[in-house]
């Protein structure tokens, strides 16, 4: 399955709200997870099952969609919350990641 | 605190072989499904292989089969990846990562070793 994320890159300002989406080549349920990657720690999931918030992800976070089309959010965006960002997909083996997001400020 | 620190990364030749360990606490090792991921200089995340939590399987991408074995010690809670005819391809920091008990998501991960192949 090939997840096909999109935008590469998106710049934005603390307060705002913005969107990545990824989309799947084949149907895989609500079987995604999203991914945030920081220079010099480990990746943290935030999001599983499509839209469950793992323990510790902040509310301004939500995910959504089912089938083939998946959307992250992040609203009123904080300065931590500038990073890269990653979907994957684990409906089967081999699992696979989108190619990344990275938010900057704008 | 989940902890997992991997080690046995370095640079080697083509065609060489390596192998990486992931030292693990905080979390009952022996009841996670464990694996490993890679990520190329400059490019995304790439799932390499995964192992059951008592070892009885494991499943790996097409382009490391036969190549690399994923094994683990759950006695020493340590997960291990063996590289045998390494590529340049395979240049990445490869990180260790628990599965979920629920689904094959990734809720830990460490901070990676770096595996760099060249002449």
């Known amino acids: 399955v090939q997840m096909t994320q999109s935008p590469s890159y998106l710049a934005a300002s603390p307060g705002e709200s913005v969107s990545i989406s990824c989309k799947a080549s084949?149907?895989?349920?609500?079987?995604v997870a999203w991914y945030q990657e920081k220079p010099g720690k480990a990746n943290k999931l935030l999001i599983h099952?499509?839209?469950t918030l793992q323990s510790g992800t902040p509310s301004r976070f939500s995910g959504s969609g089912s089938g083939t089309d998946f959307t992250l959010t992040i609203r009123s965006l904080e300065s931590e919350d500038f990073a890269v960002y990653y979907c994957?997909?684990?409906?089967?083996?081999?699992?696979?990641f989108g190619s990344g997001t990275k938010l900057e400020v704008k | 605190e989940v902890q997992l620190v991997e080690s046995g990364g370095g640079l080697v030749q083509p065609g060489r072989s390596l192998k990486l360990s992931c030292a693990a606490s905080?979390?009952?090792?022996?009841?996670?499904?464990m694996a490993w991921v890679r990520q190329a200089p400059k490019k995304g995340l790439d799932w390499v292989a995964t192992?059951?939590?008592?070892?009885?399987?494991?499943y790996y991408r097409d382009s490391v089969k036969g190549r690399f074995t994923i094994s683990r010690d759950n006695a020493k809670s340590t997960l291990y990846l063996q590289m045998d005819s390494l590529m340049s391809e395979d240049t990445a920091t490869y990180y260790c990562?628990?599965?979920?008990?629920?689904?094959?998501?990734?809720?830990?991960w460490g901070q990676g070793t770096l595996v760099t192949v060249s002449s």
């Open positions: 990562a628990t599965h979920d008990n629920k689904g094959y998501w990734f809720p830990y």
């Open positions: 192992i059951l939590y008592d070892g009885s399987w494991t």
């Open positions: 084949k149907r895989i349920r609500n079987n």
């Open positions: 994957q997909q684990y409906d089967e083996f081999s699992f696979t």
């Open positions: 905080g979390f009952t090792f022996s009841g996670y499904n």
């Open positions: 099952s499509g839209s």
